[in-house]
């Protein structure tokens, strides 16, 4: 993972548990703290502060990962604004990751570990689908992850939604379905 996924994990665990609170989590996770954004690191690096900040704050690691990547949406909203006020709509913005956003992210860092998505929708055609599913495959299996890119997306554009996870990796599917359904309101 890149550095730049640090410093927005530290900047969670720093606005809602202070320096100390940071420290605390290095600390348990033998880590020297110091990231460089554009610099990779190995991703057990990521999943033992991940684990620290779970004994830290007594919050459940796959609860910790959600809660993470609704916070990612509000520093790459912060860092790339145009990729959301490009998009009509959640659907739209959730097509755009691995058609546009993914792919420049790979243009800028090479060795960047962007996962794949594919889509899937029950009309593909229809001019303002209400329903998608991002089928995720990654070594990483972060599908906990995309449900909180997801939600957090989801609370950007304020659609309200319902996430279903049918098929999942961690339960020994090829991948992960992630089927987003808009609710009227
Ligand atoms: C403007 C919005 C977004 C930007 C700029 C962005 C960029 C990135 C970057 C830089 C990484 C880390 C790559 C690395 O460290 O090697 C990443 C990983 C990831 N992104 Fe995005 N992303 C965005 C939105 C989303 C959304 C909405 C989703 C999900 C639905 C998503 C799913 C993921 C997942 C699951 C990973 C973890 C890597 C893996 O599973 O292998 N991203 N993204
Ligand atoms: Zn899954």
């Given at each position: 993972m890149k550095g730049i996924v640090f410093d927005m994990l530290r900047d969670m665990v720093e606005e809602q548990y202070g320096l100390d609170g940071w420290q605390a989590v290095l600390d348990k996770a033998g880590s020297d703290g110091l990231f460089i954004s554009t610099d990779s690191y190995h991703d057990e690096e990521l999943l033992a502060l991940v684990a620290a900040g779970s004994e830290v704050t007594g919050i459940d690691p796959n609860d910790l990962v959600f809660a993470f990547g609704q916070f990612m949406v509000g520093e790459f909203y912060k860092r790339f604004p145009r990729y959301f006020d490009e998009c009509d709509g959640l659907i739209d913005f959730l097509l755009s990751v691995d058609r546009v956003i993914h792919v420049e992210v790979r243009k800028l860092f090479p060795d960047a570990g962007v996962p794949e998505f594919r889509y899937s929708q029950?009309?593909?055609?229809?001019?303002?689908?209400d329903q998608l599913t991002m089928i995720y495959q990654s070594q990483r299996k972060l599908c906990r992850l995309a449900e909180g890119l997801i939600d957090g997306s989801a609370r950007h554009f304020n659609q309200p939604y319902q996430l279903q996870h049918p098929l999942c990796m961690h339960r020994d599917d090829p991948q992960c379905h992630l089927i987003v359904t808009l609710l009227a309101g």
């Open positions: 029950p009309t593909p055609d229809q001019q303002s689908p």
